[in-house]
């Protein structure tokens, strides 16, 4: 294989954006497992009175993703995550204004391999949500599995995202006043597996929990397509049937998260490796679907707006494919 390295010459931003996606991506694949391993070693060495007092703070603080997380803004405002952004670069796009005085639930599509716009559109302080969305909050929502790893939680929480879990959507949509959106990855790490560039294969039609927790708290519902999302890498072929597929269905049943593997470029060199290409990420926000509150919703109900949801998905896609380089003939697929 020809390795292409890239020249030397390269000015200064850029390094440092390659630098601030490398850590993101080393963050999300290792910083769990080194957290575990540093609490492990107060434990073994017996640094008492620092595990000991931490432990007891987790014991307390264990339902806090589910209690609306605590973000900080100053993590969130750290350079490196305006670098992080103009790496691909990301962008947001509002096509229909909100009411702040409304909750609201957005859809967000594909999960691609790292949600990278998901991250970058609402975990930071540097895309424009606030300047698009003013008056709201938004909360990513995301497995509570993340927030079982003691030390590395605190970092993750710091950025905004909260547990996806039933009752952390309905603290947030309950929430009296307006102003809150809950971001829910619908795919989740099920569809990171389909994540291929120039494929747009969602698992939708067997989620409807969050049709239920809309109607039940009266969030109207915001499809969103995040364009781009499925072109930051690439994966080993697993096809449906395949071997691979079968043993990373089996991993993602077992552990709650799915395991693509996947490669794109490095960091001097574009030929191979774990970093993300270079690619434009448009998320479009499409328009609200109304949701009447209903305590109680009915089977028939919550299947007649999940079809609804459905259709707006399709017409948002249709609408803006064309803009963001995808032909005519490529539709949505969903599983």
């Known amino acids: 294989m020809k390795v292409e390295f890239a020249p030397l010459n390269i000015p200064l931003a850029r390094r440092l954006q390659t630098a601030a996606v490398l850590q993101w991506v080393l963050s999300f694949l290792l910083l769990a497992e080194v957290c575990i391993g540093i609490l492990m070693l107060l434990i073994v060495y017996n640094y008492w009175f620092l595990y000991i007092p931490y432990l007891t703070w987790l014991y307390f603080d264990w339902h806090t993703p589910e209690q609306g ?13 305006r670098y992080f952004k103009d790496y691909f670069p990301i962008h947001l796009i509002k096509t229909w204004d909100l009411d702040p005085s409304h909750n609201y639930i957005f859809g967000f599509h594909p ?5 990278a716009g998901a991250f970058g559109n609402f975990c930071t302080n540097y895309s424009d949500f606030k300047k698009l969305f003013p008056g709201f909050t938004a909360y990513l929502h995301i497995l509570p599995i993340w927030f079982r790893c003691p030390l590395f939680r605190e970092y993750l929480m710091s950025s905004g995202p909260v547990s996806v879990s039933k009752k952390s959507l309905s603290h ?4 009296e006043g307006g102003g809150n959106i809950s971001v829910i990855v619908l795919g989740g790490a099920e569809e990171s597996l389909d994540a291929h560039p120039g494929k747009f294969t969602l698992f939708i039609r067997q989620r409807k929990g969050f049709v239920k927790i809309a109607l039940t708290h009266g969030a109207d519902l915001v499809p969103v397509f995040s364009f781009g999302e499925n072109e930051l890498f690439k994966q080993v072929s697993n096809p449906e049937g395949s071997w691979l597929r079968a043993v990373q269905d089996k991993l993602q049943k077992v552990m709650g998260f799915a395991l693509p593997l996947f490669h794109a470029r490095g960091i001097f060199q574009y030929s191979f490796g774990l970093m993300p290409y270079r ?17 109680h919703p009915t089977s028939e109900q919550i299947e007649q707006l999940h ?8 017409k948002l896609f249709e609408a803006h494919k064309g803009k963001y ?5 490529e539709t949505l697929m969903f599983k």
């Not at 947030?172 to 929430?175: A, G, Q, R, W």
């Not at 990420?281 to 509150?293: D, K, Y």
């Open 69 to 81: 997380g605590r973000r900080s803004n100053w993590v969130r405002s750290w350079t490196v995550w």
């Open 111 to 115: 999960h691609g391999v790292l949600v």
């Open 172 to 175: 947030v949509l309950s929430k």
């Open 279 to 295: 690619k434009p990420i448009h998320t479009v926000v499409g328009h609200p679907i109304p949701v009447h509150q209903t305590l």
């Open 307 to 314: 079809e609804t949801y459905m259709e707006e998905l399709r």
């Open 325 to 329: 380089g995808i032909p005519e003939h």
